[in-house]
């Protein structure tokens, strides 16, 4: 027990006196959590610019076209005189898409007859074009189903049977989490938990290169030391993990249905498993330089390995079994799904046991270096170091 | 004024003498070549299906009838959902869904087909996960195309019922129907959309990076820089013949994944190759004067690293790929105005999903090369006031001896 204390006294100072360390833990925090967000604080996309065709030029288009205008998601920013010039306009970026309404559009719907127009939605942005083609399908539907209701009231249908038969099952789609359909809302829980791992990674890869480095006799043995350092990485990580998981989270709207001890008790095995993965990693390198240099752009995939803005179900299952070494494909849903959409332990089971096997597995490893580290470091107190 | 031949001899030499250095250093050739291949390839392979087809979702079918039997079937059919599992309460696919396993939950109410054939307009509600945005949206997409398709066979079979004429009735149901055209990506392929941007987005971060990181190396001592001045005949061939041959090998880096996505996963060429190549030059040129400058203007190398890091490392989504530019706030906005992979980007998506025509396709390219001599100009300025100072350290101890 003294072992650990030890060592876990030691590395705290360590923690607390090495610059790029707490830098890399304490300032990154702040930085990331003020800079990232940035571009999603305003949440949803409102008012996607179109171009208007409008080549009927009646009453009934003019009232389709002010309804468009008037949905949430697009706005005509302008009206055109043909396809081609507004072809010419979405190449340029001024327009995410068109909508054409062909001549003769009023005099189709007072005969009773389906009288179409066409949309034209930018795919080379998909939320872009998710956004423009709701926005006016939508728009053009409920359009539809009055001048539909309008026609069957005109032929003395009463207007609740006219209702029933425009729409006899109509269908409701409810959002359980998420129901403003945020971008940051969406984001922000999964980037914030990558860069935590992102951060203490890098720190105690610097923490565990620079030991090598300068020599640093062993405290205790090997299973104490690495015990006694995960406490000192567990103690920092007490402060930052509520940073990135309530404080900024909260700071940004993002809703939060999980309880705090929830979240807490979840993130524990993820910060073990992440500590003991970065003890087992900063064996593999040799100068500080080259931690951060690795580390710079290792962090996207992780990102879309962990399901989040890819569904698990498309990812190849070799690819996915591969990536469940690293913490954060458990630790992305499943804290999401603690603190997000409050979920309990025992539902994120799977996540949260995957975790505290990665971290157990870690920690064995990283004891097993720390005992090789040990045993060649005594004879050769006096070599040169190499690196 | 010093000779054509040598600044030429002078550029060589530094030049080669990188290769040199590149095979002495294999951390720093991992680095550029290797560790961006592997991200890449991790990256491919996430995205290589290009869609995500038959998400998981739950039935809770309370009325059991030929109807509600033909909304399950239906949404079993679409491309975007599969129905995995029949659920007897709302509580059971509600734990289904916190733990992940299904993405949404169908409710076929109690007496359905019963009150559809009596107009009561009974309520069919789809319960779907919208945290995680993308799948959400997809399986929603599934969802809302299969129920409006049953409803739709059954306001034909109402009004034909009538005595309605089947085509008759096929018309009134839709008296605006929407011919949906979706431009440059029909398929909505995730590999043609986010996969051929990441890519690039991937170099960014290691040019920036390990150029701050090569220059840095030859910069942090004054007396190293003086060298690689006396090599290189001039501080500026010196630094061309530097930084050229990390070009080369990023090009190579990314004509190898850029191979993959138009040879494998079929991402089309509908521009000029000729402006995608040469775009791709100048952007790479740009990232690697962008790190050239970081490590000239902030000592120590370690500290450069750690601020080019910072900028470079979270810029995707300031690139409005995702989450377009025009949504964002000021700061986002402008912030991913300066950044080179925007416009490069830009460039990119015009070149191979647009086939922008050329004369609308050189705004994002010309300012590319603008930021290109611009930070070139702010790098040579840089490089001069250094100089001055060395020269000026150097005459010191002669005049002081």
Redesign the interface.
């Known amino acids: 027990m003294s072992g650990i204390a030890i060592a876990f006294r030691r590395e705290l100072k360590r923690i607390f006196s090495m610059k ?1 360390v707490l ?1 890399t833990i304490f300032a ?1 925090a702040l ?2 959590s003020l ?2 967000p ?5 949440e ?3 008012d ?2 179109i171009a208007l065709v409008d080549l009927d030029g009646t009453t009934a288009s003019r009232e ?1 076209a002010r309804r468009i205008d008037a949905s949430p998601d697009v706005a005509v920013a302008m009206v055109l005189p043909d396809l081609p010039t507004a ?2 306009q ?4 001024t327009i995410s898409g068109i909508v054409v309404i062909p001549r003769y559009f009023e005099r189709e ?1 007072l005969h ?19 956004r423009v ?1 709701a926005g ?2 939508g728009t ?2 409920a ?2 189903v009055e ?2 209701e309008a ?1 069957l009231v005109a032929l003395q249908v009463d207007p ?2 006219a ?17 403003a ?1 945020g ?1 940051a ?3 922000l829980p999964g980037a914030f938990l990558l860069i935590l791992q992102q951060t203490l990674l890098v720190a105690v890869c610097l923490l565990a290169v620079t030991a090598r480095r300068t020599r640093l006799e062993p405290a205790t043995g090997p299973v104490a030391t690495v015990l006694g350092n995960l406490l000192a990485y567990l103690a920092v990580e007490a402060i930052v993990v509520p940073i990135y998981l309530i404080v900024t989270p909260y700071f940004y709207g993002v809703p939060r249905l999980g309880s705090l001890a929830d979240i807490l008790v979840a993130a524990i095995p993820f910060v073990l498993a992440v500590s003991a993965m970065g003890m087992v990693i900063g064996s593999l390198f ?1 100068s ?3 931690v ?10 992780f990102f ?2 962990s ?5 698990t ?4 299952p070799a ?1 996915h079994a591969v990536s469940m070494l690293v913490p954060s494909t458990f630790a992305v ?1 499943g804290l ?2 603690v603190a ?5 332990i025992a ?4 996540q949260f046991l995957g975790l505290w096997a990665l971290a157990i597995g870690y920690v064995l490893l990283a004891i097993a270096l720390e005992w090789r580290r040990q045993r060649r470091n005594q004879p050769s107190t006096g070599q040169i170091s190499t690196a | 004024m010093r000779g054509y031949g040598a600044v030429k001899r002078g550029f060589w030499l530094v030049f080669w003498r990188e290769f040199t250095w590149l095979r002495r250093r294999p951390f720093l050739l991992c680095l550029t070549t290797i560790v961006p291949l592997i991200i890449m390839a991790v990256l491919i392979l996430v995205f290589s299906a290009g869609l995500a087809t038959r998400l998981p979702i739950a039935v809770l079918d309370l009325d059991a009838s030929d109807l509600s039997r033909q909304i399950v079937r239906t949404v079993n059919a679409t491309p975007d959902t599969a129905v995995a599992d029949h659920v007897t309460d709302l509580a059971a696919g509600k734990r289904m869904i916190l733990s992940g396993r299904i993405h949404g939950l169908l409710m076929l109410p109690k007496n359905l087909e019963r009150d559809v054939l009596a107009g009561r307009r009974p309520e069919v509600v789809f319960f779907y996960n919208n945290q995680f945005m993308t799948t959400g949206g997809l399986t929603l997409r599934g969802v809302n195309a299969a129920v409006p398709a049953v409803e739709g066979a059954v306001r034909v079979s109402l009004r034909t019922s009538r005595g309605i004429e089947a085509v008759m009735a096929q018309q009134a149901i839709t008296p605006i129907p929407i011919h949906s055209n979706t431009l440059f990506n029909p398929t909505l392929n995730y590999a043609h959309f986010l996969l051929a941007a990441l890519l690039p987005a991937i170099l960014q971060v290691v040019i920036i990076v390990s150029s701050a990181y090569a220059v840095g190396l030859d910069t942090e001592h004054r007396h190293r820089l003086r060298i690689l001045r006396r090599l290189g005949n001039g501080l500026w061939p010196a630094m061309f013949g530097k930084l050229l041959p990390y070009t080369l090998l990023f090009l190579a880096v990314l004509g190898t994944a850029d191979a993959v996505l138009f040879g494998v996963l079929d991402l089309p060429l509908r521009g000029s190759p000729l402006l995608l190549v040469a775009s791709t030059f100048i952007f790479i040129l740009t990232c690697q004067f962008l790190g050239l400058l970081l490590a000239l203007l902030i000592k120590p190398v370690a500290s450069a690293i750690s601020v080019a890091t910072i900028l470079a490392a979270p810029a995707f989504g300031f690139m409005g790929i995702g989450f377009p530019r025009v949504g964002m706030n000021l700061f986002a906005y402008w912030w991913g105005a300066a950044l080179p992979g925007t416009w490069y980007l830009s460039a990119r998506i015009d070149q191979t999903l647009r086939g922008t025509p050329s004369e609308l396709a050189l705004h994002p390219m010309l300012v590319l090369a603008a930021f290109a001599i611009g930070l070139a100009l702010l790098a040579a300025l840089r490089l001069n006031i250094i100089r001055k100072r060395a020269d000026a350290a150097a005459a010191k101890p002669r005049t002081a001896t």
Request: aromatic share 14%; net charge neutral; glycine share 6%.
């Open positions: 790029e830098s990154a930085i990331y800079y990232y940035q571009p999603y604080v305003n949803a996309l409102r996607i610019p389709l072809q010419r979405v190449y340029e970026r719907l009773g007859r389906a009288s179409p127009i066409l949309q034209y939605t930018d795919a080379s942005y998909f939320l872009v074009n998710q083609a006016i399908s053009a539907r359009f539809g001048v539909e026609r609740p049977t209702a029933a038969v425009t729409s006899p099952l109509p269908f409701t789609a409810i959002p359980l989490f998420n129901p359909g971008y809302t969406y984001l040799r500080p330089l080259s951060q240099l690795v580390a710079a752009a290792i962090g996207m995939p879309f390995l399901g989040f803005s890819w569904p179900e498309a990812i190849p690819l849903t999401t799904m997000q959409m409050g979920a309990s539902e994120i089971n799977l």
